[in-house]
């Protein structure tokens, strides 16, 4: 996995830069604590903190090649996170081109595809990957991130080059880099989504899933290798459930491949207990038992409450299907004290870098993935189901389907988790959000590609289908990522392989859903994997904590950045009678989930600002007539000084 991070200048000598660049690399230490190194040239240098999974006694990085150029420097030098599921096919196509290893690592199986292939290199990968080739006969820097954005690859450019890491700390640990956001920044901040490309910190970007990036001496140029095509689905039934299942069969024992312990994650979920039941029976296979990792919280099972989005609880339905397949089964009980462990809520924060919130399933997770990682270091996991096979109540609600909006926010809104009912409404016109939550949208719906002959139904649903996967997946591959790799856990997905993900995407709805139940698709193709009881269960959501005295600590949070106590950031644009209503609400315990989000959402926005010290710029002082918000001016810099930036945030 790994982390990894540099700085390419062309008007400076980096060379003599090793105190910054270790800065940076340092940042990152919690996504390789096994190794850390870095390589220092002219105009480019590079970092890297080590995850060891494949080929644990070689492969340290950042990897040069053994061949020179003229002046005495490798010919490239490569940094690399993730893992590549083909490198042995690869390995074997480069030895018989004539290329020589001296690792067993896909590592330096990406570093002489680079010097075979140069960039079509990346049509050849099959992975997660971030990585990053300093080529030093062109005097120019290649970075990649894997079809899906699995694997996180942020950049700042700067007037001579640019900054990049697999998190933002490691580019903010650089004095040319500084943490600031204004309107358009906080629209993100605010909104359920991922745009490609945009992050909350201005003059940052993300590399796009897909696209590669090219930085020369003339600026850096963006590509992109992979998209979503339409193309006409001939398969019949049988063949595409067959077709669904060999792609499967050949995905997960592909993402087994790991020379450290590996476990699944399961939560007795259709998509989890799939995945678990391929792993159990690869392991067999090697006459061995796959250990099988769930959460819950105190109480849960026992005093459970069905709601909308979980009809069931998981606890049950984890323990038969472990059962089922003879998998080695932990469940982590979490309670209340845990979730709201102040050390906890900031390794979160410090985790994501990003005001993205899941409320307690974030603090959850990351509880959940720093006590796997004290028997593993890979985890097998289930995400990317509900994206590909259309297993979200937003593909049939007539409401979201008619939706002029990303239909989940749609869905939100209607619940009670609407980002702008909490904030002045003068605020909120003040950055233009509707207008740019619009023209995401347009953006967004541009790039989805039809066949000629759609109806309407079948075009809004491939319409649907490419927004989900494209700006929800995202967000749900963040905090996957960040959420494991805070402990050094890799996280696997073997449902966001991009060759089922490209066969499913072109699948008419009505065969997935053929039986009439959600994924009837992908049930049909698990069908002699599971107990009938998971087959049939109905969808039900990642389990949240039901405690009202969660609920209550968090109103608390909030109505202290409300009230403006310690210099809240966000005190000045919180409407305090929205944030007093929800404060009832949570009194007489009819606070909903998705209201609970919207605290925690907004309470986390304000510890953002805080404790990056984001500055903020542009921010309108716009306000409806006879109202005296308290807001800075136009021209007014808000700077929020409490704690250290980067560091401070991760230990």
Same mark, same amino acid.
């Not at 990792?293 to 472990?322: C, I, K, M």
């Not at 080695?328 to 102040?342: A, E, M």
């Not at 994206?387 to 007539?398: M, R």
């Not at 990303?406 to 009670?416: E, I, S, T, V, Y």
């Given at each position: 996995?790994?982390?990894?991070?540099?700085?390419? =200048?062309?008007?400076?000598?980096?060379?003599q830069?090793?105190?910054?660049?270790?800065?940076m690399?340092?940042?990152l230490?919690?996504r390789?604590?096994? =190794?850390?190194?870095l390589?220092?040239g002219?105009?480019?240098?590079?970092?890297?903190?080590?995850?060891?999974?494949?080929d644990l006694?070689?492969?340290?990085?950042?990897?040069?090649t053994?061949?020179?150029?003229?002046?005495?420097?490798?010919?490239?030098?490569?940094?690399?996170?993730?893992?590549i599921?083909?490198?042995?096919? &690869?390995?074997?196509?480069?030895t018989? &081109?004539?290329?020589?290893?001296?690792?067993?690592?896909?590592?330096?199986?990406?570093?002489?595809?680079?010097?075979?292939?140069?960039?079509? &290199?990346v049509?050849?990968?099959?992975?997660m990957?971030?990585l990053?080739?300093?080529?030093?006969?062109?005097?120019?820097?290649? &970075? $990649?991130r894997?079809?899906?954005?699995?694997k996180?690859?942020?950049?700042?450019?700067?007037?001579?080059?640019?900054?990049?890491?697999?998190?933002?700390?490691?580019?903010?640990?650089?004095?040319?880099?500084?943490?600031?956001?204004?309107?358009?920044?906080?629209c993100?901040?605010?909104?359920?989504?991922?745009?490609?490309?945009r992050?909350?910190?201005?003059?940052?970007?993300?590399?796009?899933?897909?696209?590669l990036?090219?930085v020369?001496?003339?600026?850096?140029?963006?590509?992109?290798?992979?998209a979503l095509?339409?193309r006409?689905?001939t398969?019949?039934?049988?063949?595409?459930?067959?077709?669904?299942?060999d792609?499967?069969?050949?995905?997960?024992p592909?993402?087994?491949?790991?020379? $450290?312990?590996? $476990?699944?994650?399961?939560?007795?979920?259709l998509?989890?207990s799939?995945?678990?039941?391929l792993?159990?029976r690869? %392991?067999?296979?090697?006459?061995?038992?796959?250990?099988?990792f769930?959460v819950?919280?105190?109480?849960?099972?026992? /005093?459970? @409450?069905a *709601?909308?989005?979980?009809?069931?609880?998981?606890?049950?339905?984890?323990?038969?299907?472990?059962?089922?397949?003879?998998?080695?089964?932990?469940t982590?009980?979490?309670?209340?004290?845990?979730?709201?462990?102040?050390?906890?809520r900031?390794?979160? +924060?410090?985790?994501?870098?990003?005001p993205?919130?899941?409320a307690?399933?974030?603090?959850?997770l990351?509880?959940?993935?720093?006590?796997?990682?004290?028997?593993?270091?890979v985890?097998?996991?289930?995400?990317?189901?509900?994206?590909?096979?259309?297993?979200?109540?937003?593909?049939?609600?007539?409401?979201?389907?008619?939706?002029?909006?990303?239909?989940?926010?749609?869905?939100g809104?209607h619940?009670? +988790?609407?980002?702008?009912?909490?904030?002045?409404?003068?605020?909120?016109?003040?950055? !233009?959000?509707?207008?740019?939550?619009?023209?995401?949208?347009?953006?967004?719906?541009?790039?989805?590609?039809?066949? *000629?002959?759609e /109806?309407?139904g079948e075009?809004?649903t %491939?319409?649907?289908?490419?927004?989900?996967?494209?700006?929800w997946l995202?967000i749900l591959?963040?905090?996957?990522d960040?959420?494991?790799? =805070?402990?050094?856990?890799?996280?696997?997905?073997?449902?966001?392989?991009?060759?089922?993900?490209?066969?499913?995407?072109?699948?008419?709805?009505?065969?997935?859903?053929?039986?009439?139940?959600?994924?009837?698709?992908l049930?049909a193709?698990?069908?002699?994997?599971?107990?009938?009881?998971?087959?049939?269960?109905?969808?039900?959501?990642?389990?949240?904590i039901q405690?009202?005295?969660?609920d209550?600590?968090?109103?608390?949070?909030?109505?202290?950045?409300?009230d403006?106590?310690?210099?809240a950031?966000?005190?000045?644009?919180?409407?305090?009678?929205?944030?007093?209503?929800?404060? !009832?609400?949570?009194?007489?315990?009819?606070?909903?989930?998705f209201?609970r989000?919207?605290?925690?959402?907004t309470?986390?926005?304000?510890?953002?600002?805080?404790?990056?010290?984001?500055e903020?710029?542009?921010?309108?002082?716009?306000?409806?007539p006879?109202?005296t918000p308290?807001?800075?001016?136009?021209?007014? @810099?808000?700077?929020?000084s409490?704690?250290p930036?980067?560091?401070?945030?991760s230990?």
């Amino acid at each position: 996995m790994c982390g990894i991070t540099g700085w390419v =200048a062309f008007s400076r000598d980096l060379s003599q830069q090793s105190t910054v660049v270790g800065a940076m690399t340092d940042t990152l230490d919690h996504r390789g604590p096994d =190794a850390r190194g870095l390589w220092l040239g002219t105009h480019a240098a590079l970092g890297h903190r080590r995850l060891s999974i494949i080929d644990l006694e070689h492969g340290t990085q950042p990897m040069p090649t053994p061949e020179q150029g003229p002046d005495g420097l490798p010919r490239a030098v490569i940094s690399y996170g993730g893992e590549i599921y083909n490198f042995r096919e &690869l390995r074997e196509e480069l030895t018989l &081109l004539g290329h020589r290893f001296t690792t067993r690592s896909d590592t330096e199986v990406a570093l002489r595809g680079y010097l075979q292939w140069g960039t079509d &290199l990346v049509h050849r990968l099959n992975g997660m990957y971030s990585l990053a080739i300093w080529d030093t006969a062109r005097e120019e820097l290649l &970075l $990649v991130r894997d079809r899906l954005g699995v694997k996180p690859l942020f950049y700042h450019p700067t007037e001579d080059g640019v900054l990049f890491g697999s998190e933002p700390k490691a580019i903010l640990a650089n004095p040319l880099a500084r943490a600031r956001a204004g309107a358009e920044e906080l629209c993100d901040a605010l909104l359920f989504l991922r745009t490609p490309g945009r992050v909350p910190f201005r003059g940052m970007h993300e590399v796009k899933p897909g696209h590669l990036l090219r930085v020369g001496r003339d600026g850096i140029r963006e590509e992109r290798y992979w998209a979503l095509e339409a193309r006409p689905h001939t398969d019949d039934l049988k063949t595409t459930i067959a077709t669904v299942r060999d792609l499967l069969d050949d995905i997960v024992p592909r993402q087994m491949i790991a020379d $450290v312990p590996l $476990v699944s994650l399961l939560s007795g979920g259709l998509d989890s207990s799939t995945v678990t039941a391929l792993a159990a029976r690869t %392991r067999a296979a090697e006459g061995r038992r796959l250990s099988t990792f769930s959460v819950d919280f105190t109480g849960h099972t026992e /005093n459970f @409450r069905a *709601d909308a989005v979980r009809p069931t609880p998981d606890g049950p339905y984890a323990r038969e299907v472990a059962r089922h397949v003879s998998s080695d089964h932990h469940t982590i009980t979490l309670d209340r004290g845990r979730l709201l462990d102040p050390a906890v809520r900031k390794a979160v +924060l410090g985790a994501w870098d990003l005001p993205f919130n899941f409320a307690d399933l974030d603090v959850s997770l990351h509880q959940l993935f720093a006590a796997v990682r004290e028997h593993a270091t890979v985890a097998l996991s289930g995400e990317g189901a509900d994206e590909v096979f259309g297993g979200y109540l937003w593909f049939t609600d007539p409401g979201a389907r008619a939706a002029e909006t990303f239909p989940w926010l749609k869905l939100g809104a209607h619940r009670g +988790l609407d980002p702008r009912s909490l904030f002045h409404p003068w605020f909120i016109d003040g950055i !233009d959000l509707a207008e740019y939550e619009a023209d995401l949208y347009r953006t967004a719906l541009a790039e989805v590609p039809h066949l *000629d002959g759609e /109806n309407a139904g079948e075009r809004r649903t %491939r319409e649907l289908g490419h927004l989900t996967l494209t700006r929800w997946l995202p967000i749900l591959l963040d905090k996957k990522d960040r959420m494991g790799m =805070a402990s050094g856990l890799e996280g696997r997905v073997p449902f966001c392989d991009h060759r089922l993900v490209e066969y499913v995407f072109n699948v008419p709805w009505e065969m997935k859903t053929f039986s009439g139940e959600e994924k009837a698709l992908l049930r049909a193709a698990a069908a002699d994997l599971l107990p009938e009881s998971v087959l049939r269960r109905k969808k039900a959501a990642y389990p949240s904590i039901q405690d009202p005295a969660y609920d209550r600590a968090l109103i608390t949070s909030l109505a202290t950045a409300a009230d403006g106590e310690a210099g809240a950031p966000l005190a000045p644009f919180l409407d305090g009678g929205s944030v007093r209503r929800l404060t !009832d609400k949570t009194a007489d315990g009819s606070l909903s989930e998705f209201e609970r989000i919207l605290v925690e959402s907004t309470a986390r926005m304000d510890d953002w600002l805080r404790t990056y010290r984001v500055e903020l710029t542009d921010v309108k002082d716009c306000s409806v007539p006879g109202d005296t918000p308290r807001t800075p001016g136009p021209n007014h @810099r808000s700077t929020v000084s409490a704690g250290p930036v980067m560091r401070g945030v991760s230990e």
